[in-house]
């Protein structure tokens, strides 16, 4: 009888010590994968930041985010709706309030939702001090990355800053699976442009805004710059003195035409923006310029248009969506 007392005795002990073991296991998994109180390292451009794990209250000002955030149905509390494309759900969600343009932005909406997270980025870096002194405890993320020409490698500084931003959210939302999809993804389509680009045929990058044909200098700038160093383009023309201006050079048609570029790649700038139904289509002003009819890319059909909403909506999907086309375009 004692003996049974003692071996019942012992596997009560037994079992109680598995129960706590398991309630340990649980906290461990809670603490890694988004439980209360959790927190996640995140490297930005100033330093590292305390993140904390799935945070319910999330304001974004970085247009290279926004995207991603929406696919992943992260709800926001506020963003700068007057820089988003019109049809992004958080425009259109009434909840989400505005913060307006990084030229004129109401920041005190952002104290004012009191976030857990801040993400800041590209048109808004500027303001990161500002924000850290608004909102003392919450966690602010700056994913900015240089792509001007004071860049020593701007095509380098996109690619790594659209794929090291997009580990960094899989790991704030835990999203690490759909993050590091859309960065092999990403990782093909550039292997898929460098293969079908033949190394010899001269490039020139556009920028169509009011109706206006501006030229993207090779090497930096918004979106077609850095790709010269991406893909080792050939450009058709390199300017003396160009800029890395969001609306391109302003280098006549005339010079664009007698550089005479086997490619063309146009960014529509206005496409982008709240009043893109009253401006001409960058296609129809490519198609109506005289000077270009008779270039080899015209009469080659060697045309390549970016993304509509590529200007305010610069997210790792828009740059995938874009160099998947130009992979078609160039091996056809």
Known sequence: MKKFKLSKLVLIALSLMMMLTACGNQNDANNSNGGQGSTVDITDVHGVVSVPINPKRVVALDNRTFETLSDWKIELKAAPKDVMPSDSTYVLDESVQNIGNHREPNLEIIAAVNPDLVIVGQRFASYYDQIKELVPNAAVVDFSFDVSKDAATPGKNLVNGLKDSTIALGKIFSKELEANKLVSDFDDAIESVNKAYNGT??????????????????????????????????????????TSDHQGDDISVEAIAQSNPQWVFVLDRDAATSDASQAVPAQDVINNAPALQNIDAIKANHVVYAPKDTYTNESIQTYLELFNNLAKALAE
């Open 201 to 242: 045929d001269t490039v020139m990058g556009v920028i169509v805004s009011g109706g206006n044909i501006g030229y993207a200098a090779p090497g930096s700038g918004r979106v077609w710059g850095p790709m010269f160093e991406i893909f080792n383009w050939k450009p058709a023309l390199d300017v003396d003195n160009s």
